[in-house]
């Protein structure tokens, strides 16, 4: 099948570790994507790659990397910097041109304490 | 900058009712439009798209309406069911944002039984 994958579903962390969320897709994608979104909220871009080795900073990059060193995969590191971590982070991925759709993975559930 | 909203954050209807969920964008330089459905802890799923060279496009059960005049999309719902009770996404692409989709607040639709 394919699709896009997130792992873990529930990520637990003690404040001040860093921690790194896994996004793998097989859909041959080039364009892949970071959102957070808070409870009741919508989608916030955190980063996005448009191609291997290059990625762009989103609206809300601070305190999260990322590194795109091979077309499947983009995993998201959140940092100690970031003030606030406790969301539910998305990966999705798109065609880089022609079909805009965006297609997302089940998404994990990051809890700091 | 340039934003996606909407205008009811919870919508409650009977099931077999029809539905209808509305969002108004403010750029009116997009040229792509799309819905997602997303279900409590779950990732976004694609529901419907729309360019802006047309004004309707039907699928199963679904339609969404695009008002290029007064800047506004609606989704349709016809006899809606329980399982379509999910925070419903419209999101837009700007004609010069490669393939970026900016997202707005979201709806909850709740279907009584």
């Known amino acids: 099948d394919g699709g896009i994958t997130q792992s873990p579903k529930y990520l637990f962390r003690k404040e001040g570790q860093n921690v790194t969320l896994s996004c793998e897709q097989n859909?041959?994608?080039?364009?892949m994507y970071w959102y957070r979104q808070d409870p009741g909220q919508g989608l916030r871009l955190i980063y996005y790659?448009?191609?291997?080795?290059?990625?762009q900073k989103g609206d809300i990059a601070e305190g999260y990397s990322v590194s795109r060193e091979k077309k499947e995969s983009f995993p998201l590191t959140v940092t100690s910097a970031q003030k606030n971590p406790t969301a539910f982070y998305l990966c999705?991925?798109?065609?880089?041109?022609?079909?805009?759709?965006?297609?997302f993975g089940p998404g994990t559930r990051l809890t700091v304490t | 900058g340039e934003s996606v909203g909407l205008h009811l954050p919870t919508l409650s209807v009977q099931e077999g009712d029809n539905s209808i969920i509305n969002c108004a964008y403010s750029?009116?330089?997009?040229?792509?439009f799309i819905w997602y459905k997303q279900e409590s802890g779950k990732g976004p799923q694609f529901i419907i798209d729309?360019?802006?060279?047309?004004d309707k496009r039907q699928g199963q059960r679904v339609t969404v309406l695009l008002n290029k005049t007064v800047k506004h999309l609606s989704l349709q719902i016809a006899a809606t069911q329980p399982g379509d009770s999910a925070v419903y996404f419209c999101?837009?692409?700007?004609?010069?944002?490669?393939?970026?989709?900016?997202f707005g607040g979201g709806t909850r639709l709740m279907v009584k039984p």
């Open positions: 999705a991925s798109s065609a880089a041109s022609g079909n805009f759709e965006q297609y």
């Open positions: 859909l041959n994608h080039d364009a």
């Open positions: 790659s448009q191609i291997v080795n290059d990625f």
């Open positions: 750029n009116s330089a997009s040229d792509y």
């Open positions: 729309i360019r802006s060279n047309m």
């Open positions: 999101a837009e692409k700007g004609i010069n944002a490669g393939n970026m989709l900016t």
